[in-house]
């Protein structure tokens, strides 16, 4: 916890600021408003104690300045007893608690560290409401417990990672990991998918908007980057960023500062960087698709996930991890030996979060609780990314609710299809494999999500 304590007097300033250092705190002292503004813009605080009376810039004006600037640290406001009723109007400002001198710093210290407390619940809770999930990342193999050694040690540092890997190995999960094990663990995780998100929106989405900044900003709204406040921001699919906004991510990684759209003043962040991509970065840097310095700066710390074909002695134990999250009335699913050893012997193009999709289709089809050979639909043409499947897909529960369109002339029979025809049925039947979900889908045809909503978009569907 960093605290920024303003007051005139530096006896108060100098007594709190040891007092704080007893209970483990760390703060910046400023005598003046003036002092604190340039505080308050060269860094961040997780809260700002303020007195009332201050020469230049009163506390009222400081106060004034950290809610027009947006600054979330909430304030403290100290006064003598005859400034309550300035005390309770600093309040109606947006104050979030008030102390009269002489105060207890015991009392200051409770009160500070519940505020804090709180502003890091409501980071939380918008940060899960606005993130992603991952997909289970476990195993004992030995490819597992040298990953799990790695995550150990960079955990103990706070530079910024990158993350590779194919698609559904688990690299959010891994980032977690990182944030997990780490020093600030108590604070938010942000996770987002950068191909997730529509090139238009994803400038406010990361560095958020004044109000009025465009048409529809009818508040203020805080960017991802601010939300992870000293946690983690983890940025999935950074190979699909756009240029110009690449750009602007290598500024917030060189200066450690952000602006929000529509913005005037800069935003000190402190949030840990993890990226993650399934691309060949220095492939798109050669072909001038992704800044090299910006590649630089991301490329600190790397880990390289494993693809599951590579450790498959670990599909039994995930299958029971994900099997487990899903129990039944009669009790827990089980998988019988026929259906590990088929499991076995797949190669899994699309890992764990393959895995997981062929687990769901298996407990839509298995009778009971145990999970046979005949109930594990592997889908053998998609071992490759596939154009169109071997064979019609057996049906689903709330399949029915996909809008499908009538296939494409000549589907079925020996009369040659056009490639778009080909896409165009394939796209139609992953939306009916996942129940109409395009990010599923997307992942099942080892597309980007960006990429089947815009061919979604070009065949009609």
Known sequence: MRILIVDDEKNIRGSLKKYLSLEGIDSVEAESGEAALKQLEGESFDAVILDLKLPGISGQGVLEWMLKQGIPAPAIMISAHGEISDAVDALKTGAKDYLVKPFDPAELVIRLRSLVENKRRENVIEADRRTTNGTMQVGDTPEMQKLSIQIDKIAASDVTVLITGESGTGKEVAAREIHARGADRDEPFVAVNIGGIHEGLMESELFGHEKGSFTGAAARKQGLFELAGRGCLFLDEIGEMPMPLQVKLLRVLQERKVRRLGGVSDIPIN????????????????????????????????????????????????????????????????LDEGALQKLSAYSFPGNIREL????????????????????????????????????KPKPVAGAESVPAKAGPAGLGSSEPLSMEALERKAIIDALARCEGNRTKAAELLGLSRKTILNKIKAYGL
């Open 271 to 334: 949030a840990r960087i993890i990226s993650a991509t399934n691309q060949n970065l220095e492939t798109l840097v050669r072909e001038g698709r992704f800044r090299e310095d910006l590649y630089y700066r991301l490329n600190v710390l790397r880990i390289s996930l494993p693809p599951l074909r590579e450790r498959s002695a670990d599909i039994p134990l995930l299958a029971a991890h994900i099997l487990a999250r899903r129990p039944s009335r009669s009790g827990a699913f089980t």
């Open 356 to 391: 997981e999709n062929i687990l769901e289709r298996a407990l839509i089809y298995c009778e009971g609780n145990i999970i046979r050979a005949e109930d594990v639909d592997l889908h053998e043409s998609q071992k490759a990314i596939p154009l169109v499947p071997a064979q």
